[in-house]
């Protein structure tokens, strides 16, 4: 199982994936069924998730109901645990917008979540990060997970999210760590080779290896950069049930 669905990550695009691959998921789970672990988004339970990653794939990793992930849980734990998210109504940009959260952040803010993206079939608005279509001061929350290594200018998505945030607002911004992690994060435009962008970013699709100066690289862009801990935070038995990554740090840009 590992194996296929690491090919299937690596060869098929993820608009594909997004619009087909749920339905083959959720029949592979009927075989995972159990009470070890939980999915805090979806509620389901089984004896543990399947095995997520393109090349090594992580045990342990991928919900096969909602198609969450280690981050997304986390993000929804915190979500849930450390704002006001779930408790009123808030203006959220959704960037790049995960199957796992869509239905669930729409009926939490209705028509003031908006999601949008480059090519994703599933966002209401296509976008180019670079260029946000909406003004100063607009949304209470950005969402903005694991999209920064794809664009071109991540310091100019960053400031545009800046922009785009109320005074007061804030954005989760996460980005993948592949070791070992520089201390400056890394781009070279020059590498276009599918395979040597793969081995020298983590993925074919990336066009930077993010360091150790990351919160400074948010900092650029006029926000406050926050390296959350709640991951550590939590108790091992509750990072077990969940299928966390315990070390995993959340950031968070704050306007």
């Known amino acids: 199982m590992k194996y296929l669905i690491a090919l299937l ?3 098929v695009p993820r608009k594909y994936l997004q619009l087909f691959s749920g339905i083959g998921l959720k029949t592979v789970g009927i075989f995972y069924r159990g009470n070890k672990v939980e999915c805090p988004i979806c509620k389901s339970h089984y004896r543990k998730f399947l095995p997520y990653g393109r090349i090594n794939p992580r045990p342990n990793a991928l919900c096969p109901n909602c198609l969450s992930l280690e981050r997304h849980r986390l993000i929804w734990l915190y979500l849930t645990e450390k704002t006001n998210f779930f408790s009123t109504q808030l203006d959220v940009l959704h960037i790049a917008p995960e199957p796992c959260f869509m239905k669930r952040f729409e009926k939490r803010h209705g028509d003031k979540y908006i999601t949008a993206d480059i090519e994703s079939p599933l966002a209401k608005v296509k976008m180019d990060i670079h260029q946000i ?5 607009h949304f209470d929350v950005v969402l903005c997970n694991h999209v920064l290594e794809h664009v071109q200018d991540d310091i100019k998505a ?3 999210i800046y922009r785009v945030l109320k005074p007061g607002g804030w954005a989760i911004m996460q980005v993948p760590f592949f070791s070992p992690i520089p201390e400056v994060t890394f781009e070279d435009s020059s590498i276009t080779h599918p395979r040597e962008r793969e081995k020298i970013f983590g993925q074919d699709d990336h066009v930077r290896k993010f360091g150790f100066d990351y919160p400074a690289r948010i900092e650029r862009a006029g926000l406050k950069a926050e390296a959350s801990s709640f991951a550590s935070m ?4 509750t990072s077990q049930h969940f299928g966390l990554q315990k070390g995993e740090v959340l950031y968070v840009g704050h306007k």
């Open 9 to 11: 990550i690596r060869f």
């Open 133 to 137: 279509p909406f003004g100063e001061n």
């Open 158 to 160: 960053m400031s545009e």
């Open 234 to 237: 939590l108790p091992d038995s």
